[in-house]
C-alpha cells in the first residue's frame, strides 16, 4: 500500500471531532438538506427491491437510516473512530437496526469486507475525495458487486461556479483551489488533509469499461454551496428559485458535471 499513513490519521481525527456535531449542522444547513434530498431522489430511481446496500464513508448513518427505512439492507463502512462510534449509537437504540451492519473499514481496504456482495455502492458528499487515485477504491468494486450491481458516487468536481465567482471578490486561492492537480489542502475542526477534485472523466475512467453510465447530475451549480451560510440565511426565497434552477438542470450537458458535488451512476456489466 503507498498509502501516506499520515493523510488518514489526519482525516480519521478530524472527522472524529466533527462527528459528535455532525448531524445537527447538516440538519441546520437548507443547502446540505436539499442536496441530499437531491442525492436520495436520484439514488432511489436506480435501486430496486431488496437491493443489499454497500455503503462507504457513511458517516455517521444519516443515508443508512434514510435507506433502511425504505426497506433497504446496508452495510456502512467508514474510516473515523468518531463517525463509527455515531453510527453505533444511533442504530443501537432504533428499530432500524436489523437493516443496518457497520464495519470500520477504509475504502481503500474493501477486501477486508469478505467474500459478500451488494447490488448497489453508494458514496455520498465526498467522502472519495480524500485519496488522490479514486483506483484505490473502484478496484475492489467488481468482486463486490452482484451482476447488474450499480454504484451512486457522489464527489466533488474540479468546476465550482461559486467557488470561481469567488475571483471577483479577490479570494483568487479560494476560487482556482480545485483546479490543483496536487489537490488542495482542507482544514476540518483544526486538522489539515489534502482534498483531491474528480471529473466525470476521472470517475468513469476509474471505474473501467465494464461499467456503463446510467446518469450524470449535478448539485449546487446556481444554488451558492453550503458553506455559503451568510446569503443562505439572508436570501431564502432566492434561494427556492435557485434550488429549482439546479433541480431543472442538473441533469443536462454542461451542468452535470460542474457544481459543488456531481452524482455518478454507471451499472456492472461483467460478462
Ligand atoms: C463529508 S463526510 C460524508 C459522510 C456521509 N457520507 C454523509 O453523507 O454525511 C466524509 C466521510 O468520509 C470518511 N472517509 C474519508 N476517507 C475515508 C476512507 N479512506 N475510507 C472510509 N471513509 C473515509 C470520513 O470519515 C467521513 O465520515
Known amino acids: 500500500m503507498n498509502f501516506d499513513s499520515e493523510q488518514f490519521n489526519n482525516v480519521n481525527t478530524a472527522f472524529s ?67 463509527i462510534n455515531e453510527i453505533k449509537k444511533k442504530f443501537s437504540s432504533v428499530s432500524l437496526s436489523d437493516k443496518i451492519t457497520i464495519q470500520q473499514c477504509s475504502f481503500t481496504e474493501l477486501d477486508k469486507i469478505g467474500d459478500k456482495k451488494f447490488d448497489f455502492i453508494f458514496s455520498n458528499f465526498g467522502g472519495l475525495n480524500c485519496i488522490s487515485d479514486l483506483n484505490e477504491a473502484t478496484k475492489f468494486f467488481p468482486s463486490l458487486l452482484n451482476k447488474k450491481g450499480r454504484v451512486c458516487l457522489v464527489v466533488l468536481p474540479p468546476v465550482c461556479p461559486w467557488e470561481l465567482i469567488q475571483l471577483f471578490r479577490g479570494k483568487v486561492k479560494f476560487a482556482f483551489r480545485r483546479l490543483k492537480k496536487e489537490g488542495t489542502i482542507a482544514n476540518v475542526e483544526g486538522v489539515k488533509f489534502r482534498t483531491y477534485y474528480f471529473s466525470v472523466k476521472n470517475v468513469l475512467r476509474s471505474l473501467g469499461n465494464e461499467f456503463k453510465l446510467l446518469k450524470l447530475e449535478s448539485l449546487a451549480v446556481f444554488t451558492p454551496i453550503p458553506q455559503m451560510e451568510k446569503i443562505l440565511k439572508k436570501f431564502p426565497g432566492l434561494i427556492k428559485i435557485l434550488n429549482k434552477t439546479d433541480e431543472k438542470l442538473c441533469g443536462i450537458f454542461p451542468f452535470n458535471r460542474i457544481g459543488d458535488h456531481i452524482i455518478v451512476t454507471a451499472e456492472y456489466n461483467a460478462n
Open 17 to 83: 471531532r466533527q462527528s459528535v456535531f455532525y448531524d445537527d449542522y447538516d440538519i441546520s444547513n437548507p443547502t446540505l438538506t436539499w442536496m441530499r434530498q437531491q442525492v436520495r431522489k436520484h439514488a432511489l430511481k436506480f435501486l430496486k427491491p431488496n437491493d443489499k446496500i454497500l455503503e462507504l464513508n457513511s458517516g455517521t448513518g444519516l443515508d443508512a437510516e434514510f435507506f433502511a427505512s425504505k426497506g433497504y439492507s446496508v452495510h456502512c463502512t467508514d474510516l473515523s473512530d468518531g463517525m
